[in-house]
């Protein structure tokens, strides 16, 4: 038993958890604000490690100030998607909007495809060190970096919708759309933020992704990955969205392990996430923090 082995996948089970966390955040907000599963999340990552390359390799920007124009533009990007796309979509079944989501999911791949290509493309040189030794552990500083911010953000998240005026705006529509619109609340406006945060924070995560595996159609994958971290979190809980990430982290590497010492599957890395997820929709269907909903028959 390589215990070493075992203890360098842990601990980047959790500094990849951390970022499956915020991903799984973005998938929460959107739902707790409309009752919407966003199945173009990871189409957000895509766009965002690209547009971020694209700074940074056509006008040799600087990683900051390409990093920090690719969280504007898609802030704004996801105010006009909702604003023009969704919002014609309110009143209309939730299985409609979803197949909208499905649907904006493909057209972003194929515009991704056209503009950049399919095949991998490297980030230029971010950090002057390939790896940082922590207590004699190989970590990348691309996943240090992720791992930062990514606290920052759950306590930046923590702290709006706990204090701040349009935080509290936020959970009220969640609660309730009407009661919300009588208390002169903007719903329409409250759904274009929450996109608009959720593209925004999603290219903070395609960004450490294409840093340190490349940028790729294949990035968008990530969005599907972290999904069973929100329905093992509780699909409308912020709380539940960052265990999720950190256990489905955590489960990854571990069953990477598994596999590489003793089965030698050569996929379980992949397919572990999804087989945690039938589990817990078979054993506690609403997740470890969601909410369960009572319906009389």
């Known amino acids: 038993m390589n215990v070493e082995l075992l203890l360098q996948l842990v ?20 739902y707790k604000a409309s009752q919407v599963v966003n199945f173009a999340q990871g189409e957000f990552l895509l766009i965002g490690a690209w547009v971020c390359w694209w700074l940074l390799t056509e006008f040799q920007l600087p990683f900051y100030a390409g990093f920090l124009l690719t969280l504007v533009f898609m802030m704004v990007f996801g105010i006009v998607l909702q604003v023009l796309v969704l919002r014609p979509m309110i009143g209309e079944p939730v299985i409609s909007v979803i197949m909208v989501t499905i649907g904006l999911s493909i057209f972003f791949q194929a ?13 230029p040189p971010i950090f002057p060190i390939r790896s940082v030794d922590i207590f004699g552990l190989n970590v990348q500083p691309a ?22 005026r349009l935080g509290l705006a936020m959970r009220a529509t969640a609660f309730n759309q009407q009661v919300a619109q009588s208390l002169g609340i903007s719903v329409k406006q409250m759904f274009a933020v929450s996109w ?14 294409g840093i340190v595996n490349g940028v790729s159609p294949a990035l968008s994958f990530f969005g599907i990955k972290v999904f069973p971290a929100v329905i093992l979190g509780g699909l409308d809980s912020i709380v539940g969205a960052v265990v999720g990430g950190l256990i489905i982290g955590v489960l990854e590497n571990l069953a990477e392990y598994v596999d590489g010492q003793w089965l030698n599957l050569g996929n379980l ?12 929709l078979m054993i506690k269907p609403y997740g470890l923090f969601g909410t369960e909903k009572i319906e009389r028959l």
């Open 11 to 30: 601990v980047n089970g959790l500094i990849l958890g951390t970022l499956y966390g915020v991903v799984a955040m973005c998938f929460t907000l959107i």
């Open 111 to 123: 515009i991704m495809k056209w503009l950049f290509g399919v095949f991998t493309q490297p980030f």
């Open 143 to 164: 996943y240090l970096m992720s791992m930062v911010i990514s606290l920052l953000i759950m306590a930046g998240f923590a702290w709006f919708f706990k204090y701040s």
């Open 196 to 209: 608009a945060i959720s593209a925004m924070v999603s290219a903070l995560a395609g960004v450490v992704f």
């Open 269 to 280: 890395y992949a397919i572990a996430p999804f087989y945690a997820l039938v589990l817990i």
